[in-house]
T-cell receptor
Framework: GAVVSQHPSWVICKSGTSVKIECRSL??????MFWYRQFPKQSLMLMAT?????????EQGVEKDKFLINHASLTLSTLTVTSAHPEDSSFYIC?????????FGSGTRLTVV | GESVGLHLPTLSVQEGDNSIINCAYS??????FIWYKQESGKGPQFIID?????DKRQGQRVTVLLNKTVKHLSLQIAATQPGDSAVYFC????????????FGKGTMLLVSP
């Protein structure tokens, strides 16, 4: 079946630094990749949608200059949290889509100290 | 019984009971629905899906019911097991040209032995 690898699974960084999270579709080419954010005991909130080779579409209220998305190929998307602050601490989840199906990564727990 | 926490409703059941988890979806134009299971610290895992031209679909130990009139989905889990303990989300999609999944609020299922 379709597998999406997300790395790292957890990261701790200092306030003001940047963190990059990778999302790879291992055995299929993803038409579209999505990035979600999830706070404790809450649902997944879509941050942005990205298609290979084009700029990401950000949801309302998500700062595109803070959450940089690069979708360089049909199998790789990256999310960079720039100048991270403690309020950016959250669980970030990617999803890869192809042909009306979605496969989720295992998530990245980001803690900003 | 069911209780509503700060953000996430919780359903507590005994092992062997049948569980029913409910979801109200938001968009009357949505025509494809998915139930996901999310264990702590992991990404969502596909359980079962249903298209809007159906009102019931069965899988292994799970059944999804769709009531489009009141925009309501339910997930029934038969003979609930401790391994079913997780957070369950419904997600909706409009298949015509849109690939975005919108997640419901989620329900935490706690199964005691």
């Amino acid at each position: 079946g379709a597998v999406v690898s997300q790395h790292p699974s957890w990261v701790i960084c200092k306030s003001g630094t940047s963190v990059k999270i990778e999302c790879r579709s291992l055995d299929f080419q993803a038409t579209t990749m999505f990035w979600y954010r999830q706070f404790p005991k809450q649902s997944l909130m879509l941050m942005a949608t990205s298609n290979e080779g084009s700029k990401a579409t950000y949801e309302q209220g998500v700062e595109k200059d803070k959450f940089l998305i690069n979708h360089a190929s049909l199998t790789l998307s990256t999310l960079t949290v720039t100048s991270a602050h403690p309020e950016d601490s959250s669980f970030y989840i990617c999803s890869a889509s192809r042909g009306g199906s979605w496969t989720f990564g295992s998530g990245t727990r980001l803690t900003v100290v | 019984g069911e209780s509503v926490g700060l953000h996430l409703p919780t359903l507590s059941v005994q092992e062997g009971d049948n569980s029913i988890i409910n979801c109200a979806y938001s968009n009357s134009a949505s025509d494809y629905f998915i139930w996901y299971k999310q264990e702590s610290g992991k990404g969502p895992q596909f359980i079962i899906d249903i298209r809007s031209n159906m009102d019931k679909r069965q899988g292994q130990r799970v059944t999804v019911l769709l009531n489009k009139t009141v925009k309501h989905l339910s997930l029934q889990i038969a003979a609930t097991q401790p391994g079913d303990s997780a957070v369950y989300f419904c997600a909706e999609n409009m298949m015509a040209g849109y690939s975005t999944l919108t997640f419901g609020k989620g329900t935490m299922l706690l199964v005691s032995p």
